[in-house]
């Protein structure tokens, strides 16, 4: 690493951010069958895509994406790997085999024909299966899912006691088991929990014996697995007792071969995914663009938002590294189902005085075409300059850079190609940043805070 250079390069981007009018636009769009990609970067060019690359070099981020594949200990804060896409790999030989690990437990269920699924879990363990589970919502199914996330007994009371008696499957999701959420609805559930009606889905499987689980109801996965990418691992397992969760997992492999591919595809991807990571970099350090909305058009994304929430905050919230010459780490991320929140801070967005960037996402449906006819709209509508008589009041800002995404396939896979190719988005901007993405301190000392005031 040449700190002249990066030094360099630093200088030369803030020197154009005084000056974007001489910059060209940054016209870019990524196809594929899963996903098309189209941008709408104000003040982002060439120059600056050209710049960041070369610091991109300089950092040697490739050598990092190649030890993040390798199941090298890229999480250097705590001494471990990041493992969670071993489950996507198939080829030789699947590293962590979900559909084998999963196989008795599924087996199970379905004997059962349970009428109540209730998963208990908070962060990684609520957010990923509530949102592959409305994903993948089916009117002919016998069975309900609900998701809690436990810290108040309303939550509890609405959605699980008026089931409590039917035949019910409880389970808990908890990488450590020591969660106080988890672990306050498992007393509120007191003899409702039996051996026959629970699983546990832990990396502490110690901890799962001493709760009274017997072996054949303990799930495990490995500690290594951080909890906002636990969507690939057994964690997801309610989504693949009705549907092809596999088809998950193949879309998320797609994204990572693509990754670390030499092909021509892989090249273009590489660049939408850099695109993505680099835009986000000079957003927010160099144009003042602190915050990002993320709005998703079809309903059974709604949740989305939240999904990428934990991601990118957990990952990219972070302390400066001394070490960087950047002086902002990640961005703010908020937002929501889009057609809801053009009834409410859309009017911010379009003539208020904040400072934002945004991802737009939605999904062709013949269905529900007015939601993809808002998302192409707010895509331009946010990202064009409207020149209109000085006195119109439908005089839009048009400052807002916006990344619009099209999910070929409502499906799965292309979920699974989008969100590991988020991951991916991540993953270079914590290691053009020089941050760790796969600690969470922050995270823990608020659950500490808590527990002495509880006490």
């Known amino acids: 690493m040449n700190k002249k250079k990066i030094q360099k390069i630093y200088n030369d981007l803030k020197k154009s951010a005084s000056s974007p009018t001489s910059i060209k636009k940054f016209p870019f769009s990524y196809q594929s069958k899963l996903l098309d990609y189209k941008s709408h970067l104000r003040d982002f060019s060439s120059d600056h895509f050209n710049l960041l690359n070369a610091m991109f070099n300089e950092l040697a981020v490739s050598e990092s994406i190649h030890a993040l594949i390798e199941g090298d200990h890229v999480n250097l804060s705590e001494g471990k790997p990041a493992l969670?896409?071993?489950?996507?790999?198939?080829?030789?030989?699947?590293?962590?085999?979900?559909?084998?690990?999963?196989?008795?437990?599924?087996?199970?269920?379905?004997?059962?024909?349970?009428?109540?699924?209730?998963?208990?879990?908070?962060?990684?363990?609520?957010?990923?299966?509530?949102?592959?589970?409305?994903?993948?919502?089916?009117?002919?199914?016998?069975?309900?899912?609900?998701?809690?996330?436990?810290?108040?007994?309303?939550?509890?009371?609405?959605?699980?006691?008026?089931?409590?008696?039917?035949?019910?499957?409880?389970?808990?999701?908890?990488?450590?088991?020591?969660?106080?959420?988890?672990?306050?609805?498992?007393?509120w559930l007191g003899s409702n929990r039996t051996k026959k009606n629970s699983i546990v889905i832990t990396s502490n499987v110690g901890a799962a014996e001493s709760l009274g689980f017997s072996h054949e109801s303990i799930l495990s996965f490995p500690e290594s697995v951080g909890g906002r990418y636990s969507i690939w691992s057994p964690i997801s397992l309610t989504s693949s007792i009705e549907n092809n969760f596999m088809s998950f997992l193949r879309g998320g492999e797609q994204a990572d071969q693509l990754l670390t591919g030499t092909s021509s595809a892989a090249t273009k991807y590489q660049k939408f995914i850099k695109t993505l990571a680099f835009s986000d970099i000079w957003f927010n350090n160099f144009r003042n663009k602190r915050n990002r909305v993320v709005l998703s058009y079809n309903w059974r994304l709604r949740s989305l938002?939240?999904?990428?929430?934990?991601?990118?905050?957990?990952?990219?919230?972070?302390?400066?590294?001394?070490?960087?010459?950047?002086?902002?780490?990640?961005?703010?991320?908020?937002?929501?189902?889009?057609?809801?929140?053009?009834?409410?801070?859309?009017?911010?967005?379009?003539?208020?005085?904040?400072?934002?960037?945004a991802d737009i996402i939605y999904s062709p449906s013949n269905k529900s075409p007015l939601s993809a006819a808002q998302a192409q709209a707010q895509s331009v509508l946010l990202s064009t300059d409207q020149k209109k008589s000085i006195d119109s009041l439908e005089v839009t800002n048009g400052n807002i850079p916006v990344n619009l995404f099209i999910l070929n396939e409502l499906s799965l896979k292309g979920l699974g190609f989008l969100l590991a190719s988020w991951e991916h988005r991540v993953f270079i901007t914590a290691s053009m940043l020089q941050i760790n993405p796969f600690d969470q301190f922050g995270v823990t000392a608020g659950k500490k805070a808590a527990n002495k005031f509880l006490k």
């Open 84 to 187: 969670h896409h071993k489950y996507r790999e198939s080829f030789p030989e699947p590293e962590f085999d979900f559909k084998k690990i999963c196989k008795p437990f599924l087996k199970n269920i379905k004997s059962n024909q349970y009428k109540n699924i209730v998963t208990f879990g908070i962060g990684g363990s609520y957010e990923g299966p509530k949102l592959l589970q409305e994903l993948m919502f089916d009117t002919s199914s016998k069975t309900n899912y609900a998701f809690v996330s436990g810290p108040d007994k309303d939550e509890f009371n609405s959605l699980v006691k008026p089931i409590l008696g039917q035949n019910n499957l409880y389970i808990f999701a908890s990488k450590s088991l020591s969660t106080a959420e988890t672990l306050t609805c498992m007393k």
């Open 305 to 357: 938002m939240s999904y990428i929430q934990q991601l990118e905050m957990e990952s990219l919230g972070k302390p400066i590294n001394k070490l960087s010459i950047f002086e902002q780490t990640g961005q703010t991320i908020f937002g929501g189902f889009g057609s809801t929140a053009q009834h409410s801070y859309f009017q911010m967005l379009n003539q208020g005085t904040s400072a934002c960037s």
